[in-house]
């Protein structure tokens, strides 16, 4: 019976991953049936198990299921690789080379990897569909707008997505929210409300109009004015409203404010303007000069789809195809950009680039690939599943699509952390070649030995007396009273030898070397000599440690395994 658990587990966690995480039971069982016809007769006996098992299945996070499968039957994984690749769905009235897509991040901090993935999505369909992909900066609240933030944006974003076609900023256009906020009024599709934030909120939600409602269009223009005014209105004292239908059974979508004043000193414009559009105005505005025909975002953004459709309509605009897509929120991981600032102000963490952060700056330091990410937008795409899912699972699956693109492209060398220097009795001279690569021809790494090696400190303390033991291509050696002695040179499996990898003591053949783990914290050791010929940012394996990539001067980041 353990055995047709397991062959249940395996078809039902395939069939989740290939059915956005949710796996079907007559699916499962057709599965089953088909590898083993014999169990069709057993349905009745079985049924209750499968159930139970697409129940627990369905239970768990998509990188999960990914995870158990790859323990339990990787070979089902790999068959999705290939012969079931995912692919983009077509976008909805989408023509070849007519698309026009934005990204448009708030300049609040560097890039984190829940960014990658929206503009990773955009990027990709802008490539399937040979369009444009403009990446807008939101800088319309200088309260919140960090400076450095605009070029840690554009340098994260080029290197994410190589199609950027052009870069905006919100606050160039002013001018232009003007315009329409202008038109808006002397139609009466907008007013100035000057009434006190508490008191409009308490008549919104009883669908009742609040006194500025009802003003004239020239008194709405009047107030316009003293909005922009150094000797009229100040921060707080008036908003620009949308007009709507106070009965719509949304409270939030009832006459919406769409500019508000605010005297703070922006980075990019001074103190040039006090009146400043809110997201949904300015966005709205923007898609339509910039020509933008499809807008990704999540389901948590229809009440804001919604709200930029009143300017669309009021305007005589066409409005984008909008695309409402699942929401992916990310357990034990602090993505808040003004948090992180705070914490690296503080010198809690270095900067955007500290490697216990899951920032793009940080992530790319250690080798992750742009493609991982990719790989990962894709298998994602326009799914409305809401998904939640633990940092540590996410980046695991992110780890598993690097390792793909990273294995075939990294040399392999020995790096011995914390090392331990060990004389072997009656070693023989020998010199040993190693492949730079195991399965493309690239040439050897060459050691001349002796009888002393340094090997980890961590690999020294599980030696055990006359257990066999075998220095990685190498020899066979073992303890004997505390002392280590060479037993033989071929690799013989009937001595189930554990490997252990190794370094000569010569200085001319090794090199000081450190490696920064995920915790912040080093490693140091000797590594072969050829690092020093490393350039920075080239990903290489340790062999029986992991991928690492190099920093220059002999320091590494550290990957994953």
């Not at 840690?152 to 870069?167: P, Q, T």
Request: net charge positive.
């Amino acid at each position: 019976m353990k055995q047709i658990r397991e062959l249940i587990l395996k078809y039902a966690l395939q069939n989740a991953i290939l059915h956005e995480g949710k796996a079907h039971l007559g699916a499962v069982i057709g599965k089953l049936i088909a590898e083993d016809p014999s169990l069709k007769s057993k349905l009745t006996e079985i049924k209750f198990d499968v159930d139970a098992i697409v129940k627990e299945v369905n239970s768990i996070s998509m990188e999960k299921q990914l995870s158990q499968l790859r323990e339990l039957a990787p070979e089902l994984l790999e068959k999705k690789k290939k012969d079931e690749e995912p692919k983009l769905a077509e976008l909805p009235h989408a023509k070849k080379e007519k698309v026009i897509m934005r990204f448009e991040p708030s300049p609040t901090g560097a890039l984190h990897i829940g960014h990658a993935l929206v503009l990773l999505l955009n990027s990709e369909y802008c490539k399937k569909y040979a369009g444009k992909l403009i990446l807008r900066i939101a800088d319309t609240n200088p309260v919140d707008v960090y400076k450095p933030a605009y070029k840690l944006i554009e340098e994260d974003a080029r290197w994410l997505a190589s199609n950027i076609s052009k870069v905006l900023y919100q606050s160039d256009n002013i001018e232009d929210y003007y315009k329409v906020a202008l038109e808006l009024l002397k139609t009466g599709k907008v007013y100035v409300c000057t009434c006190n934030s508490q008191k409009f909120k308490e008549l919104v939600e009883r669908g009742k109009p609040c006194p500025c409602r009802e003003i004239s269009n020239e008194e709405n223009l009047n107030r316009w004015k003293l909005m922009h005014s150094l000797r009229g209105y100040k921060t707080g004292q008036a908003v620009i409203r949308v007009r709507t239908d106070l009965k719509l059974r949304n409270p939030a979508l009832r006459d919406w404010p769409a500019f508000r004043i605010t005297t703070s000193k922006h980075p990019r414009v001074g103190k040039k303007y006090k009146v400043w559009p809110l997201m949904n105005f300015a966005v709205a505005v923007d898609d339509h000069a910039q020509g933008v025909t499809h807008v990704i975002r999540g389901k948590d953004h229809i009440v804001n789809t919604e709200r930029q459709l009143f300017i669309y309509k009021y305007m005589a605009w066409k409005a984008p195809e909008f695309i409402h897509v699942g929401r992916i929120n990310f357990k034990n991981m602090k993505l808040s950009a003004s948090e992180t600032r705070e914490a690296i102000e503080s010198g809690h963490y270095e900067g955007w680039y500290d490697i216990r952060l899951p920032f793009i700056q940080a992530l790319r330091r250690r080798g992750i690939q742009r493609d991982a990410f990719v790989k990962y937008a894709i298998s994602v795409g326009l799914s409305k599943v809401d998904k939640t899912v633990e940092y540590s699972e996410f980046m695991q699956t992110i780890y598993s699509y690097n390792k793909e693109i990273v294995e075939p492209k990294a040399n392999r060398y020995f790096f011995v952390a914390d090392p331990v220097k060990i004389s072997v009795e009656n070693a023989p001279k020998m010199k040993a070649e190693l492949e730079l690569h195991p399965s493309v021809s690239r040439g050897k790494r060459k050691f001349t030995t002796t009888g002393e090696f340094y090997i980890s400190k961590e690999d020294f303390n599980t030696i055990q007396e006359r257990r066999i033991y075998r220095l990685m291509n190498l020899f066979n050696f073992s303890q004997e009273g505390g002392k280590f002695k060479f037993h033989s040179r071929e690799l013989d499996p009937k001595l189930q030898a554990r490997l252990i990898h190794w370094l000569p003591t010569d200085e001319k053949q090794i090199a000081k070397a450190k490696v920064l783990l995920p915790d912040a914290k080093f490693v140091s050791g000797f590594c072969e000599i050829g690092i020093k010929k490393l350039n920075k940012g080239q990903v290489v394996q340790f062999e029986r440690f992991g991928f690492c990539c190099s920093q220059g001067r002999n320091e590494f980041w550290y990957g994953h395994r």
